[in-house]
């Protein structure tokens, strides 16, 4: 195969937005791999294997766990991270697939103060706790494999100038104070850490004179959905929807502190919901305009200053591309 064909790994591939981010690259043409802990296919809700996850490499591994992926991630050319959790009750996950949205409010109560959850998380967690909690998944799981990315691209023997990429599916601000706000602090915590290990790794590879730089991508999506595969998200995307034009078309600011619950409330009802499908789209043109090095300064944000050059790409953006408006004040106005 080509050497200008990308060589994607998705961490995570057979999830939600994995699977749809392994479709699009292989619609694409490039080699896409995935591990995940269960390293099975992709399956629809209904059980079937879609005809192009036959052209995925499946493979079992423990994010966590370095040993378990270094032969896999070293000949990689872009990583996408979407492991993550919205709950840490971990049911919810198996509520949303199956539809039952009895068992989702169950888990809302339970993650919150509703349910002696404390909202932010329990301080007093273990080690296993935390791995599995907003810490361990959110944050500490990029981390993990991001080292591991990069400790392979600095052995390589064959350094190329065109950049590597490391995708974090982040998330905008706009689910609290409905879900904890140690869901979005994690979040934020992993953009950070990420940015300054890729800023530190360009930063030696310049000092020997290697071009080759791994750039850090953080996409920020709100809401989800699929009306297929999670008929459960359908309702609420066309709600939010409703309240978004409102919002957008009013113009009113958000008053509140950008810490105040209240802030968060008024976020999501004002952060349009975005189909999966417009999501993988997103991230896939990031890693080609990065190999391109294509001028990114089109709107997004450009982190510079102290965060290795990361691009962040929120919901306006990611709207714009999916041909669902132009931005009018920072947000995507439907045409």
Not at 64 to 86: C, E, R
Not at 217 to 230: A, E, K, T
Request: charge should be positive; charged fraction near 20%; aromatic fraction near 8%.
């Amino acid at each position: 195969m080509s050497a200008a064909v990308p060589k994607l790994l998705v961490v995570g591939g057979n999830g939600f937005l994995g699977s749809a981010i392994c479709k699009a690259a292989v619609s694409k043409g490039w080699q896409v791999s995935s591990m995940s802990s269960s390293g099975k296919p992709y399956t629809t809700p209904a059980g079937h294997t879609p005809t192009w996850s036959t052209k995925v490499h499946w493979s079992q591994a423990d994010a966590f766990d370095s040993s378990t992926y270094t032969d896999l991630i070293k000949d990689q050319t872009s990583v996408v991270h979407t492991l993550g959790i919205l709950l840490e009750d971990t049911g919810y996950k198996r509520s949303i697939r199956e539809g039952d949205l009895l068992g989702l409010a169950g888990s809302l109560v339970r993650s919150t103060n509703l349910g002696g959850g404390g909202g932010n998380g329990n301080p007093l967690k273990g080690t296993e706790e935390k791995k599995r909690g907003y810490e361990g998944m959110n944050r500490d799981s990029a981390i993990k494999v991001l080292d591991t990315f990069l400790s392979s691209s600095s052995s390589s023997t064959t350094p190329t100038r065109i950049p590597k990429q490391f995708i974090y599916i982040s998330a905008a601000d706009a689910f609290r104070p409905l879900i904890p706000s140690r869901y979005i602090e994690t979040k934020r915590e992993a953009e950070i850490d990420i940015a300054r290990r890729c800023q530190e790794y360009n930063q030696a590879r310049s000092q020997y004179n290697v071009d080759e730089k791994v750039k850090p991508i953080f996409i920020r999506p709100g809401l989800m959905y699929h009306p297929h595969i999670r008929p459960l998200s359908t309702l609420p995307a066309f709600l939010i929807d409703l309240s978004s034009k409102l919002s957008l078309r009013t113009g009113i600011p958000n008053p509140f502190s950008s810490k105040s619950p209240l802030y968060g409330a008024l976020e999501s009802l004002r952060t349009f919901p975005l189909h999966v499908d417009h999501v993988a789209a997103s991230v896939l043109k990031c890693i080609e305009e990065s190999r391109a090095s294509t001028n990114t300064s089109t709107g997004e944000e450009q982190v510079e200053s102290g965060w290795g050059g990361a691009r962040v790409v929120e919901v306006p953006v990611m709207r714009e591309w999916a041909g669902l408006g132009v931005r009018k004040g920072g947000n995507a106005l439907k045409q």
